[in-house]
């Protein structure tokens, strides 16, 4: 079964609307999750990192007031795309890691904006 | 310098075949390795670990050679099944940081 949650698989919004998306890790705690973006054809991406009870930290390029992360849990982290518009259209997936040992991926979020 | 180079491919092989992929990594202090396979659209899963010593699963041998900071994947007889993306991952403990290669893409073709 899965380790990591996430949730919605698909969403479809309109442009100027807020998504939110949620990663859980189910059989462990999770201080550090990671998001990370993929386009068609394209290699992951990380967004950045989220940090329990702390700020994410996120990479170059990546607007944080834009993805909003919050890791208020052990065991759940938050994606929430702000004012959506067709090009953050994306598969978001995150991933967390139980104790540095390997690393699970989430099944993956496909956002439309439309 | 990345901290993960891999060759983004394609490669095409003819079932059978026999196919390696190899991933480089820069930092020395690199712990732990992975091999994971990403199907289309979907999440990446964990293939293999890497160890020192190499090891087989089946049809797919995992190496690991650190003096030269390399990791590869060999696999035998390709099935139509194999086709995917093949990400290399590299695990540096202090901070927890896992760093990605860009992906192979293999095609098995029939």
């Known amino acids: 079964g899965a380790v990591v949650s996430q949730h919605p698989s698909w969403v479809i919004c309109k442009s100027g609307t807020s998504v939110k998306i949620e990663c859980r890790s189910l059989d462990f705690q999770a201080t550090t999750m990671f998001w990370y973006r993929q386009f068609p054809k394209q290699s992951l991406m990380l967004m950045a990192t989220?940090?329990?009870?702390?700020?994410?930290?996120?990479e170059q390029g990546v607007e944080k007031d834009k993805f909003l992360i919050n890791h208020a849990s052990l065991t759940l982290s938050t994606l929430t795309v702000t004012s959506a518009h067709p090009e953050d259209s994306s598969f978001y997936i995150c991933s967390a890691s139980p104790q540095s040992n390997t690393i699970y991926f989430g099944e993956g979020s496909w956002l439309t904006v439309v | 310098r990345k901290e993960v180079e891999q060759d983004p491919g394609p490669f095409n092989v003819p079932e059978g075949a026999t196919v390696a992929f190899n991933c480089t990594y820069s930092n020395s202090a690199s712990q732990s390795f992975f091999w994971y396979r990403q199907d289309c659209r979907k999440e990446p899963k964990l293939l293999m670990s890497?160890?020192?010593s190499g090891n087989e699963d089946g049809r797919f041998t995992a190496q690991l050679n650190r003096a030269s900071q390399y990791i590869s994947l060999l696999i035998r007889d390709s099935k139509l099944s194999d086709s995917a993306t093949y990400l290399c991952?590299?695990?540096?403990?202090?901070?927890?940081?896992?760093?990605f290669g860009t992906g192979t893409s293999l095609t098995v073709i029939p």
């Open positions: 890497v160890y020192s």
């Open positions: 989220s940090n329990e009870g702390s700020k994410a930290t996120y």
């Open positions: 991952v590299v695990n540096i403990r202090t901070g927890n940081q896992f760093y």
